[in-house]
């Protein structure tokens, strides 16, 4: 028998905090979860029931503005909804109720607490947790601004001066590759959208980005792998994978990265000391793995989006990998590099840095054209690249595709 809002509410007023927004979730569970879609008349519940019951944004008497939340309550109700989140089986139902509590996101107080349990969710590993958050970021859309502040507020929690946390961050890929996927999309609309590197990704989120592409070929293809199960009569958003970006990214590394800086570091040997008796031959030495420089994750990084290029061969339907007109976008930040260098007399032939990032560029569309990952106007971005300086690579590459066309 279905309950009217008014006595829905009545029923949950019984209940003191937190009690009551467990409840209330109970009772959102049971309005969400069937065979149909809900109606109208039952989202408008749904709406109600959570603006006053889980984030006190409007009072008993359905005011517009309630007291809110304080800290302790907001960690609270991210508990108690990580813990419900995670004991439903139904992954439709678990998607419908996670979209309806932070779907809107009109309240910036919301997407604080929506940062608050994802940041919490990476810390103890939840996996339910973080696939609901890949699906919202999918849904949502990557590069959309709530996105983009919400893998913001991760990176200040587990990117900033943490390096601990690294081994956790590593399994990401394993347990929740469809939320890293997406996590990943949303970082490249973040940084390196210039020749001069003036907002380039931390060197620890480098290493664990590093790490999860090169280590596992199809996770930028996961969230496309694995379509979000959304209740029916919803419209599902594309998934968008991070490899246009992660192009970029690597294209752009010879340009922005100082290798002067890193090449110059003073390596200074220990000093033996020998030991009463000591033989020489009992003399053990032991060599400490050096960190790769920020140089050459890049190119680790590059090595590994050629390999995930290969996975992301399509063997049925039309390919759905890489957009051209993402790609295109590389074009004037190369140009107008090239042009500051011509200003200052050199030669792009001869320019290192120049000729190794039109090299990535002509590797990563050989590996991503021959595998037919590239949709959209081929045309358009072959023409696009004919016009970047001179490369004897890229040039093959782009005349040997023009005549396939």
Known sequence: MSVSAGELKYILRKYAFPACTTEALTRIEHLLSGRTAPTNKQLDIVMDVIAEFVFCESDRRSGRR????????????VDIICEFISDLSDETTKN????????????????????ILASMAISASSTPALLAVGVWLQQMG???????????NIIRDHFYLNTSNQAALRSLANTAPQFVANFITAVTELYMHDSHGTKKPLKNLLEVITFWVYSNPTLCMSAQLNPAQLPSGSIPMAAVTPLAGLIRWCALAPLCCDQTLEDGELIIPMKKIKLENENERSVVKTIQQK??????LYIKLHLG????????????GP???VNAQHLVALVPIIQDYAQQELKKGENLQNNQKLQDCLDRIGQAMQVALANGCVYGNISNLLSALDTLPENRLLRIIIKTHQQSI
């Open 96 to 115: 419908t109720i996670f979209l309806s509590l932070f779907g809107g996101m009109e309240s910036q107080k919301r997407l604080n607490t929506l940062s």
């Open 66 to 77: 309630g007291p809110g939340l304080t800290p302790l309550q907001e960690v609270q109700v």
């Open 319 to 321: 390919p759905t990998a």
């Open 305 to 316: 989006v050629l390999h995930s290029l290969r996975a992301g061969r399509r063997t049925h």
């Open 142 to 152: 990557c590069s959309s601004p709530q996105s983009i502040q919400l893998v913001e």
């Open 291 to 296: 960190p790769l420089t920020e140089a050459e």
